[in-house]
């Protein structure tokens, strides 16, 4: 079993901040490209944020300059620091990665069950 378990969302004033966490728990082998993902209300779920395991990041055009995304192979940790929170981010937000699991070849998508951030106004 693999899980993907989030935290760090919440309630934050526009300009404000958080930091996102997601740990990767269970009989892993190796972790390839970790990710963020959000949904927000009445919109389909967008790629946030992506960082390959030599630590080569993407952003979405409209986090770029304010969230940063970074991992710690160590704790199996993926984080998405927000700085800059505008009401627009509000979303369910998505921790996703690609994991091989202890004895097996194959690579697996897993995915997180996701955190809520709300930024008022």
């Known amino acids: 079993q693999v899980q993907l378990v989030e935290s760090g969302g919440g309630l934050v004033q526009a300009g404000g901040s958080l930091r996102l966490s997601c740990v990767a728990s269970g009989s892993i082998s190796s972790i390839n490209a970790m990710a963020w993902y959000r949904r927000a209300p009445g919109k389909q779920r967008e790629l946030v944020a992506f960082?390959?395991?030599?630590?080569?990041?993407t952003y979405a055009d409209s986090v770029k300059g304010r969230f940063t995304i970074s991992r710690d192979n160590a704790k199996n940790t993926v984080y998405l620091q927000m700085n800059s929170l505008k009401p627009e981010d509000t979303a369910v937000y998505y921790c996703?990665?690609?994991?091989?699991?202890?004895?097996?070849?194959?690579?697996?998508?897993?995915w997180g069950q996701g955190t809520q951030v709300t930024v008022s106004s």
């Open positions: 996703n990665a690609d994991i091989k699991r202890v004895g097996s070849l194959i690579v697996a998508s897993y």
């Open positions: 960082i390959t395991s030599g630590g080569t990041t």
